[in-house]
Nanobody, 123 residues
Framework: QVQLVESGGGLVQAGGSLRLSCAASGRTFSWYAMAWFRQAPGKEREFVVSISWNGGSTDYADSVKGRFTISRDNAKNTVYLQMNSLKPEDTAVYYC????????????????WGLGTQVTVSS
């Protein structure tokens, strides 16, 4: 089992920044691919970004390229999402997820999920 806990969400004005964290416990975190998804009210959960087990490979949704950056610190069992130039359309609950395998961009491919952290961007 792997437990994931997100933090760092909040209310920010458009153009601002937030840094989300996802702390993992349980099985060996460093072997697992990680990802962030988000879900806005009335919408399906969507892929934001993924990172391979060693951080050597990342994949971003087109909507966040150039604004968001994912990173991980395997010594701290934590993955981060730096979000810059935030837009109102980034408003959503952000979830981190992990799987024992290659990074992927579909939610069904992930085995473990956190409870999410709310990000609200005001215009």
């Amino acid at each position: 089992q792997v437990q994931l806990v997100e933090s760092g969400g909040g209310l920010v004005q458009a153009g601002g920044s937030l840094r989300l964290s996802c702390a993992a416990s349980g099985r060996t975190f460093s072997w697992y691919a990680m990802a962030w998804f988000r879900q806005a009210p009335g919408k399906e959960r969507e892929f934001v970004v993924s990172i391979s087990w060693n951080g050597g490979s990342t994949d971003y949704a087109d909507s966040v390229k150039g604004r968001f950056t994912i990173s991980r610190d395997n010594a701290k069992n934590t993955v981060y999402l730096q979000m810059n130039s935030l837009k109102p359309e980034d408003t959503a609950v952000y979830y981190c997820a992990t799987r024992n395998g290659r990074a992927a961009d579909r939610s069904l491919q992930y085995d473990y999920w956190g409870l999410g952290t709310q990000v609200t961007v005001s215009s």
